[in-house]
């Protein structure tokens, strides 16, 4: 086992971007971030208070300010405030959708298409045994079902232990719980390494293969960019065996983020039409309530002019 396999510990926690006011680091995957549990000892909040205790807020109840959520099986950035209104700028990226995430993960077998949008809505399940699970609506027992968008782009196919594989970039437009899990098995490529969601089938691999590689917020006045790398390589899991690539995480990033931007673009001039168009709005009525008010001056005029004679 290499050191990148080896389970997390209240040492080998990685800073990935560390200010006044954020810290982001690369969460170990089977690991919580926090917990309310006397024998969860090794969190990430744990690993916090361990690298940094003069950072932790005593005003909080884990003594710092979690700005998203990632899965207990899931790596990746992971984003930390370290005051309130740090935390109330962040919260209002991921409310308003203006947050930028992308995850790399290993599915099983070969996906056909290179790009695609998967569209399920996704509701909680109420059936028995399958407590705190997701899924796709139209199953049975699915509960409260809302509209999901996941894009996806292949960038690799190869083996996993001699079985077909594709590495894949994921985009989530939405933010339903397990979502990715839950779309990536409802389109028949299940991530490698669920457990949960291959119903206790794929336990072979070390880890669930689901890494947050990219969180962008667009904060002012500098966005906040981060990136946590590629652990699914063969040199990391030599069961992992590329044989065609279509282009390389960084690539594929450099296309999502210029999308991001025309799309913010876009909307801006939006905006700004908008915007001019109210002011517009506010003339033309100010404009027509000068004119009335001068034809009401007039008529006054005229009728003293008419009553004197």
């Known amino acids: 086992m290499t050191a990148a396999t080896e389970a997390a510990s209240l040492e080998n926690l990685r800073v990935l971007h560390?200010?006044?006011?954020?810290?982001?680091?690369?969460?170990?995957?089977?690991?919580r971030i926090d917990s309310k549990m006397w024998y969860e000892k090794n969190t990430v909040q744990a690993q916090l208070r361990h690298r940094f205790p003069l950072l932790a807020d005593p005003d909080t109840y884990y003594g710092f300010r979690f700005c998203h959520q990632?899965?207990?099986?899931?790596?990746?950035?992971?984003?930390?405030?370290?005051n309130k209104a740090a935390a109330g700028r962040a919260y209002r990226c991921f409310k308003d959708r203006t947050a930028t995430k992308a995850y790399i993960a290993l599915l099983r077998g070969w996906v056909e298409e290179e790009n695609r949008t998967i569209e399920f809505s996704i509701g909680k399940t109420s059936t028995e045994g399958k407590a705190h699970m997701m899924c796709i609506e139209g199953s049975d027992g699915c509960e409260n079902p809302k509209a999901c968008q996941t894009e996806l782009s292949v960038l690799e196919y190869g083996t996993y232990d001699g079985e077909p594989a594709t590495k894949?970039?994921?985009?989530p437009l939405t933010g339903r719980t397990h979502q990715l899990r839950v779309h990536c098995s409802a389109v028949g490529h299940p991530i490698?390494?669920?457990?949960?969601?291959?119903?206790?089938?794929?336990?072979s691999p070390y880890r669930m293969?689901?890494?947050?590689?990219?969180?962008?917020?667009?904060?002012?006045?500098?966005a906040l960019q981060v990136t946590a790398g590629d652990p699914f390589l063969p040199y990391v899991d030599p069961k992992w065996l590329p044989q065609r690539t279509l282009r390389t995480a960084e690539v594929a990033v450099l296309s999502l983020l210029d999308s991001v931007a025309a799309k913010a673009e876009q909307l801006e001039k939006e905006k700004k039409w908008k915007e001019a168009e109210?002011?517009?709005?506010?003339?033309?009525?100010?404009?027509?309530?000068?004119?009335?008010e001068e034809q009401k001056r007039l008529c006054q005029d005229w009728l003293s002019e008419w009553g004197g004679e």
């Open 18 to 31: 560390q200010s006044d006011d954020f810290i982001v680091v690369d969460k170990h995957w089977d690991l």
């Open 70 to 82: 990632l899965d207990f099986s899931t790596s990746g950035a992971l984003c930390v405030a370290l």
């Open 168 to 171: 894949v970039l994921l985009e």
């Open 192 to 203: 490698v390494g669920d457990f949960t969601y291959s119903l206790g089938v794929d336990d």
């Open 209 to 222: 293969m689901l890494h947050a590689h990219l969180l962008r917020l667009p904060l002012e006045p500098h």
């Open 278 to 292: 109210e002011e517009r709005r506010k003339g033309k009525k100010k404009k027509k309530q000068a004119e009335s």
